[in-house]
């Protein structure tokens, strides 16, 4: 809504207004502005109250208990009412009641209101029931009788409505005359004329008043000019007092025109009528005082006079039969219909749309106040959803920053155990390396040379140093390798549960057993490393050129890896002087394994002995020197086969191990690290999933907040339009309801 909808109230014509149908200056006017502008008003209200309505159920599903049920419902209800309001509106009318005995020409009054005669007229008592006027849309003028919908005829109006007719309906009955809107302005402007039976053909005047008075904004008293007040008038007129607060009252002294025929009696006839009619208004009834009664309350007329001026038909009644003074008669008529319009416009505009502004107002109130209670609850909740995301945020960011800890933590922790567990499995396997040949000479298994059964003895030993070695290792590592493992699962779990705010997931993480069953697996696996193992079991004298060679050539090797050991770097001259060694002394063994074989060499060294040392030495040497050879080849058992054996297997065995001793140290320390960072993946998820609910819960926030942002500005802009629709309602209380506006309204 944009601008005001009040409209510009319509300026009033003095005494001399004009008489055409189209006066769009007429103090009616007033009401149909004021009609048009309420419902404008509450055609508003109802776009808003459906605004609001919509408002307040998204609101009310929100759960945050912004309204109450209660509130809610009232306000639901504010729909249905606006539509009555506005019902009501459209229904609303200004309604002027004529009464007063029987043949005073109240009839006559009101065809001359309405510059046709369409009520019957006659001699007597004419009128026998409340005929009413009111306007129609139609082209057609139609009659509506009592307990029918059926329209009839207006020419029908005569057998209907007037005494003289056979069919008499109840003298409380009501027949509605329906008038097309264009052919008058006083219906076209939403006047309603009703029409009564003389007030002295019926004692029940009451039910008169209760059926269809009570509704009227001004009543007419039409009395005979021949004639005075009578009691039966005044009766009706207190019940009315009584049942209305301050009615508006009109007094026509009709048939004034039978004064032109007394002229010398027409100032104190005039006189001695106006004293008794401001008697009545006045100090009787109390309604006004009398200078207003004077001047606005009382005229002097001649219907029949004014009906005859005013029909627009020749044929329907003749121009002539004016008495003499007649223009002023007109005149007084005209000054009655224009303070009657003004009277009852004023008056009806009062009655019908101050209550129904009120009423506006208090819906206005009612919904502003509880948009405005919306927003500001929402307001008060936004701060504190705002303060609740900014805690989230700050231990959001914490729980990041003790994540990315934890993490950094368990893997330098992880890598520290584990490269003790490297070192410590390389430490004992290179003792259990030298302690070899020990271990071997436990294995205990029938021993044979049979070459078909030597590999059956060589798979059983390789199985028994596997299985040995490995128990060995696991027995001298598993308390200290468990020791680190327990220490770093306590530090784990401690540091992961203080960083945990939910209690069932610390319970979860307490809940977290390391695996009972692990345990470092050293596979050596004997069979492959020792798969080229060829043993050498032929016997051999220990003093044979054969022997003593190899062992020289042994002690050479030796020697020279002791020097590589000791000394990291080599020089180029060196490192050749070690190869060339290295070559000859594999020349002179190949030349002593050629030279043994050769019986020639063994004469040759023994012709040379003797030749130097003689016969009986060269025996004696020779005594010995065989008597030795015949002890050892006695000596050369199985046992002794067997022994060479295990020496040869464990030299062997040796240094194939002590090449795999870093790959079986970082397999243990790799099976130690894949257990731990399983442990710590189980642990650490509970501090993820404590994370992804802080980010959900800040999501949903956010949401909240949106959700908040939008009921505040919603809010604040149903309570702007409902102030500009509050100031539209007090714009038009000032221009048509205000004392001020009825005081311009009456000048």
Same mark, same amino acid.
């Given at each position: ?51 609001? =309505? ?69 001699? /007597? ?160 009834? @109390? ?37 003499? /003074? ?101 430490? +004992? ?59 770093? @699962? ?11 705010? =939910? ?63 000791? @000394? ?26 050629? +030279? ?26 020779? /005594? ?76 949903? +926030?956010?949401?909240?907040?949106? @959700? ?18 509050? =100031? ?20």
């Amino acid at each position: 809504m944009s601008g005001s909808i009040i409209r510009e109230k319509p300026t009033l014509l003095g005494p001399s207004r004009q008489d055409s149908v189209n006066n769009s200056n007429s103090p009616l006017k007033l009401f149909t502005h004021a009609k048009t502008t309420i419902t404008d008003i509450f055609k508003n209200i109802a776009l808003y109250v459906n605004d609001s =309505n919509k408002f307040l159920d998204e609101v009310s599903k929100s759960e945050r208990n912004l309204i109450t049920n209660e509130k809610h419902k009232d306000i639901q209800q504010l729909k249905e009412k606006v539509n009555r309001i506005l019902t009501i509106i459209s229904r609303d009318h200004m309604k002027v009641v004529f009464f007063g005995r029987t043949s005073n020409g109240k009839s006559t009054t009101v065809n001359a209101m309405l510059r046709e005669r369409i009520l019957p007229v006659g001699m /007597g008592h004419t009128t026998n029931c409340f005929l009413q006027i009111e306007g129609t849309d139609k082209a057609e003028p139609y009659v509506l009788t009592p307990g029918s919908d059926e329209p009839k005829s207006v020419s029908s109006l005569g057998n209907v409505g007037s005494a003289l007719s056979r069919e008499k309906l109840d003298s409380d009955s009501l027949v509605k005359i329906l008038w097309p809107k264009e052919k008058c302005r006083l219906i076209r402007d939403d006047v309603v004329l009703v029409d009564s039976p003389g007030i002295d053909v019926s004692a029940n005047l009451d039910q008169w008043i209760e059926n269809h008075c009570l509704d009227a904004d001004v009543f007419v008293l039409v009395i005979s000019a021949e004639a005075t007040i009578t009691v039966s008038e005044k009766k009706f007129l207190h019940n009315v007092a009584q049942r209305l607060s301050n009615p508006n009252i009109f007094i026509l002294m009709n048939r004034w025109d039978a004064t032109a025929n007394e002229p010398e009696m027409v100032d104190s006839v005039r006189q001695q009528h106006l004293d008794r009619g401001l008697e009545f208004l006045c100090d009787e009834l @109390h309604i006004c005082d009398r200078k207003e009664a004077s001047e606005h309350r009382m005229f002097f007329i001649s219907a029949r006079e004014a009906l005859l001026k005013r029909n627009k038909d020749p044929t329907s009644s003749p121009r002539t039969g004016f008495s003499e /003074g007649h223009e002023e008669r007109f005149t007084e008529f005209n000054n009655f219909e224009h303070e009657f319009e003004k009277c009852i416009s004023k008056t009806a505009v009062q009655t019908k749309f101050e209550q129904h502004t009120n009423r506006g107002k208090e819906i206005i109130s009612l919904l502003c106040e509880t948009t405005s209670n919306i927003a500001n609850r929402s307001q008060t909740l936004k701060q504190e959803f705002v303060q609740k995301l900014t805690e989230m945020d700050e231990k959001n960011n914490k729980l990041e920053r003790e994540l990315r800890s934890m993490t950094e933590t368990a893997k330098d922790k992880i890598k520290h155990v584990s490269e003790d567990v490297y070192k410590r499995v390389a430490q +004992t396997l290179n003792d259990e390396i030298r302690r070899l040949y020990t271990l071997i000479e436990e294995f205990d298994r029938p021993f044979s040379s049979d070459p078909e059964q030597i590999p059956l003895y060589k798979r059983d030993l390789h199985r028994w140093v596997e299985d040995r070695l490995g128990s060995n290792l696991q027995t001298r590592l598993h308390s200290a390798l468990h020791s680190s493992l327990d220490h770093v @699962h306590r530090e784990i779990k401690d540091r992961v549960k203080s960083v945990l705010a =939910n209690n069932e997931r610390i319970t979860l993480v307490d809940s977290i057993v390391p695996r009972s069953d692990f345990a470092v697996s050293y596979r050596l696996d004997c069979s492959n490393l020792c798969s080229d193992f060829r043993e050498d079991i032929q016997f051999k004298f220990s003093l044979g050129f054969t022997s003593l060679w190899q062992k020289f050539v042994q002690n050479q090797k030796e020697s020279i890896t002791g020097s590589k050991s000791n @000394h990291e770097l080599v020089s180029p001259s060196a490192s050749s002087l070690l190869s060339s060694t290295n070559d000859l002394l594999t020349t002179a063994n190949n030349i002593s394994a050629l +030279t043994t074989k050769s019986g020639l060499v063994a004469l040759g060294g023994c012709a040379l002995v003797w030749r130097s040392v003689g016969w009986k030495v060269l025996g004696v040497v020779a /005594g010995i020197y065989g008597s030795l050879y015949l002890y050892e080849r006695v000596m050369w058992t199985k046992k002794a086969q067997e022994r060479a054996f295990k020496r040869q297997y464990a030299d062997y065995a040796s240094s194939k191990m002590k090449l795999v001793v870093d790959m079986t140290s970082g397999n243990a320390s790799a099976q130690v690290q894949q257990e731990l960072s399983m442990y710590f993946a189980q642990t650490i998820r509970y501090v993820d999933m404590e994370k992804d609910d802080l980010t959900d819960s800040m999501k949903q +926030t956010k949401i909240e907040i949106d @959700h908040l942002l939008k009921y505040i500005d919603k809010g604040k802009k149903l309570k702007k339009q409902g102030d500009q629709i509050d =100031n539209e309602l007090s714009d038009f209380s000032k221009q048509y309801l205000s004392s001020e506006s009825l005081a311009n309204t009456n000048e």
